[in-house]
């Protein structure tokens, strides 16, 4: 079920600029322009490879901090994530509450060789056209913005579109949301009614994660010996975003991580 408080008034507007976007431009006429499909590039088997793992983030703001780094530039930041050494790349596309947008997404797809990942509040099939559109390997499925219903009607339409399903959740509760089209499985510190952050959510749920999943820490990760705790828990992807784009340099951020990491 979904939880209240912020994430409640996001989803309610996330619902709103769907509707408004689907007036302009049909789902029907999204599906037409899909052609013949980009190959995916798997996120899952990138982080499974990598000695590090970290899925680098670029964000310009978020409910809880405000602005981050108003003005930046996906053409800017993500090559140069790549270049210190990220293992893959996440875009956040949702506009009002993180300043994002799909034209960022669009932006960054052909300048990095490394899986995308669309970081939105994905409840509508519509979007999910729209990623692929946009050159997203990955989406994110958030258990607590879906119903279980919603959830594995929208990772079956992801995995029709030859993306990979990065489900994430919160409790022990919301591992009934797993279902045969997850991919990774993302246990976010944040708590999205909230948006108070606890790393330690992580090592809480690790016990129950099920081995057969790549696990995905999400939020809060700003600490190499955090890091390395996690990884000795079992977790194999890191997504981290605000810990780089707050510096004047997240390229140099995280490259002093990964040295800080010897990685």
């Avoid at 790349?89 to 960054?108: C, E, H, M, R, W």
Wanted: overall charge neutral.
């Amino acid at each position: 079920m979904m939880t209240t408080d912020i994430l409640h008034t996001i989803v309610a507007h996330k619902r709103t600029e769907i509707a408004l976007q689907e007036e302009a431009v049909s789902q029907d006429f999204l599906i037409q322009q899909l052609g013949t499909p980009r190959p995916s590039k798997s996120l899952k088997q990138a982080l499974a490879a990598s000695p590090s793992g970290i899925i680098a983030e670029f964000k310009r703001r978020s409910p809880s901090k405000g602005d981050i780094a108003p003005q930046a530039a996906p053409t800017v930041i993500v090559p140069g994530y790549e270049r210190a050494g990220a293992s893959g790349i996440s875009v956040l596309t949702d506009p009002k509450f993180f300043g994002g947008n799909l034209k960022d997404l669009q932006a960054a797809r052909p300048l990095t060789h490394l899986p995308v990942l669309r970081k939105d509040f994905i409840v509508s099939p519509y979007q999910l056209y729209q990623a692929k559109l946009a050159g997203a390997d990955v989406v994110l499925l958030i258990a607590a913005a879906l119903t279980v219903d919603e959830c594995k009607a929208l990772g079956k339409l992801a995995h029709q579109l030859e993306m990979e399903v990065l489900l994430e959740i919160h409790t022990e509760k919301e591992l009934d949301y797993l279902h045969e089209h997850v991919d990774l499985i993302g246990v976010n510190n944040r708590n999205l009614g909230t948006f108070h952050t606890d790393v330690e959510n992580s090592f809480r749920l690790a016990r129950k994660l099920p081995k057969e999943l790549l696990w995905v820490s999400e939020s809060g990760i700003s600490q190499p010996d955090t890091f390395r705790q996690l990884r000795e828990a079992g977790f194999r992807g890191f997504l981290m975003g605000e810990t780089f784009m707050k510096t004047p340099s997240p390229e140099k951020a995280l490259s002093d991580f990964l040295q800080a990491l010897a990685l």
